[in-house]
């Protein structure tokens, strides 16, 4: 008899520690860390990839903060799949939340017994059939009533990971099966020497597999707040577009909580499976130098970088040469507005870095300098006292909102494409080297009409230049005034 799973995939973290790569408004899942394909690409692909004689696979639901909701659209269907369902999260609430909204999704319009696969969108499995014979024994537990989660045989003693310790056997002759006799959050050094030499002990993956209405159960019985919360938020949601929206006021109110807090470390029914399938968290510059390819001295090398008498170190370039010279252990990344260079031992101490742009109101650890919006995106090239300067990338079909400024006027340029632009009751189509002036006040409009990605330069002058200076009269994308 064939199976069903139900991927679910939560893409809502932030992703700190791999700053200056990763941002609050890009965080890591979207990035491109490993292979060409996004961390979140390949994660549903790994997902989809499951079916089989014995298996099917439904479209993924996904779920994840509404600040990234068009990227990650985009994203899923540069694979050609369309999800089952994409919620939004208006602000974290960790996974037992985020979980519990893809619980009811599929409880309530499939089946209690609608078998999730819930994966974290930002981890790496170099060993896909692996990961696909421990999915189909969690399958097997779960039918059985079991919530199972998947251990990771512990090959360091790291401190950065919860433990899971092996109880009686529920394997049907594999021995990778398990009850779980406990779960103990990120230990000191010693005792997680300790778990290493014992053997009986793994890391907590952070996957899980169980049925809808059994996760429901056990939320309910452990927190009932959550699940109140939760529910409330769902019955009140709202869809636009190809989001749904749970209910801002209810989601709010519920409780921030993880799911190993909130329902595993409480259930009597908790099992784990252990599996080697390569697996990594990619949760730090040392992690990502540990699961990437290196040269002879040991290091990983990216975009264009010269190396020289260095060893064991994690280098990448984005957008300009970068020469490393007579250093060892160390992560060099550069951006275009940001350099990260620190011993690899320090890794965990990027976010001081953030906390640091945080506190200063800076704009480094939120976003790039290229920013995506749901028609294209724009770039900054200059800015000084009253003016700046933009590239600007809308694709073939798309078109921004129709607003004004209160503060500021603008002049486009075109340099490749065409562009439809609208002037209050008035349209005009500009070329190649063709411009036009929006003066303050103006209602205006730019649309890509062709076929090719519309490129221009965008000069704003006028007492204010921040980006929330939009009055917006319509939108594609439902998108409110800033």
């Not at 899942?29 to 004689?53: G, H, V, Y």
């Not at 994203?75 to 979980?99: H, K, W």
């Not at 209690?112 to 969690?138: K, T």
């Not at 945080?358 to 480094?364: H, I, L």
Request: proline content about 4%.
């Amino acid at each position: 008899m064939k199976v069903t799973i139900h991927p679910v995939i939560l893409s809502g973290g932030s992703g700190s520690r791999l700053w200056p790569l990763s941002r609050a408004k890009y965080p890591k899942q979207l990035l491109s860390l490993i292979e060409q394909k996004t961390m979140l690409q390949a994660t549903i692909e790994r997902a989809m990839n499951l079916a089989d004689a014995q298996t099917l696979v439904s479209e993924p639901v996904l779920v994840c903060n509404q600040e990234h909701r068009f990227i990650v659209r985009e994203q899923v269907l540069a694979l050609n799949q369309s999800p089952a369902a994409l919620y939004l999260e208006p602000s974290g609430r960790n996974t037992a939340p985020a979980i519990a909204l893809a619980a009811l999704h599929l409880a309530r319009t499939q089946s209690p017994d609608a078998l999730m696969l819930v994966l974290a969108a930002d981890h790496s499995i170099e060993n896909s059939d692996a990961f696909a014979g421990a999915v189909h024994e969690a399958a097997r537990l779960a039918q059985a009533g079991y919530l199972v989660t998947f251990g990771i045989p512990a090959s360091s003693p790291e401190t950065g990971y919860g433990y899971i310790k092996a109880g009686e056997s529920l394997s049907d002759g594999s021995g990778v099966s398990h009850t779980v006799a406990q779960f103990v959050e990120k230990p000191d050094v010693a005792t997680a020497k300790q778990y290493l030499d014992r053997g009986d002990y793994s890391w907590n993956s952070g996957m899980f597999l169980f049925t809808a209405g059994r996760f429901l159960e056990e939320l309910q019985e452990h927190r009932p707040d959550i699940y109140g919360a939760v529910v409330q938020a769902w019955d009140n949601r709202s869809e636009d577009l190809d989001f749904i929206r749970p209910s801002t006021e209810d989601f709010l109110a519920c409780p921030s909580e993880s799911i190993d807090y909130a329902v595993m470390q409480k259930t009597t029914r908790a099992a784990v499976v252990a599996v080697d399938m390569g697996w990594s968290d990619v949760g730090s510059w040392d992690s990502l130098w540990n699961i990437s390819t290196k040269d002879a001295d040991g290091n990983a090398v990216k975009g264009d970088v010269f190396v020289s008498d260095t060893r064991n170190s994690y280098l990448r370039s984005e957008s300009r040469q970068v020469s490393v010279i007579g250093l060892d252990d160390v992560i060099v990344v550069e951006t275009p507005d940001a350099v990260l260079v620190m011993h690899k031992d320090k890794a965990q101490d990027v976010k001081k870095a953030v906390e640091h742009f945080a506190r200063n109101d800076r704009k480094e650890h939120m976003e790039h300098l290229r920013v995506y919006r749901p028609w294209g995106w724009y770039e900054g090239i200059d800015a000084g006292e009253r003016f700046q300067v933009k590239r600007i990338m809308v694709k073939p079909g798309e078109k921004l909102s129709l607003q004004m400024h209160h503060h500021r006027a603008e002049h486009w340029i075109v340099v490749s494409g065409t562009a439809k632009v609208t002037l209050d009751d008035k349209e005009i189509l500009l070329g190649e080297n063709q411009s036009t002036y929006i003066s303050l006040g103006q209602t205006h409009r730019l649309e890509n009409p062709g076929k090719i990605p519309l490129h221009l330069i965008e000069v704003q002058s006028g007492s204010y230049l921040g980006e929330d200076d939009i009055v917006r009269f319509q939108d594609t994308y439902g998108r409110s005034s800033s």
